[in-house]
């Protein structure tokens, strides 16, 4: 079993940065892949990034490449999203996923286990 506990949204002008955190309780977090999704009001959860168990494999979503990066510290069993050049349509609440394997359906919420209750991001156009 694993919790999480994101934190580090906020209200942000567009073109500004924010950087989430996820904390997960346990021993293994080493053991998981993380992921972050995201979900607007009135829209489908959407992938946003992903990494491997050791950190040394990232995914992102085609909406984001270029301006998130996605990170873990193992010893420290957090990870963490860096949102740089942040524009109004990233708005949304973010919410961090674990899951006890790696690989395949990074990008699909259903592959995921455990769930954070997520961080609103609002950015101001």
């Known amino acids: 079993q694993v919790a999480l506990t994101e934190s580090g949204g906020g209200v942000v002008q567009a073109g500004g940065s924010l950087r989430l955190s996820c904390v997960a309780s346990?021993?293994?977090?080493?053991?998981?892949?993380m992921g972050w999704f995201r979900q607007a009001p009135g829209k489908e959860r959407e992938f946003v990034a992903a990494?491997?168990?050791?950190?040394?494999?990232?995914y992102y979503g085609d909406s984001v490449k270029g301006r998130f990066t996605i990170s873990r510290d193992n010893a420290k069993n957090t990870a963490f999203l860096q949102m740089n050049d942040l524009k109004p349509e990233d708005t949304a609440i973010y919410y961090c996923?674990?899951?006890?394997?790696?690989?395949?359906?990074?990008?699909?919420?259903?592959?995921?286990?455990?769930w954070g209750q997520g961080t609103q991001v609002t950015v101001s156009s």
């Open positions: 996923a674990a899951r006890p394997r790696d690989g395949a359906y990074y990008y699909s919420d259903k592959a995921y286990d455990y």
């Open positions: 346990g021993r293994t977090f080493s053991s998981y892949a």
């Open positions: 990494i491997s168990w050791s950190g040394g494999r990232t």
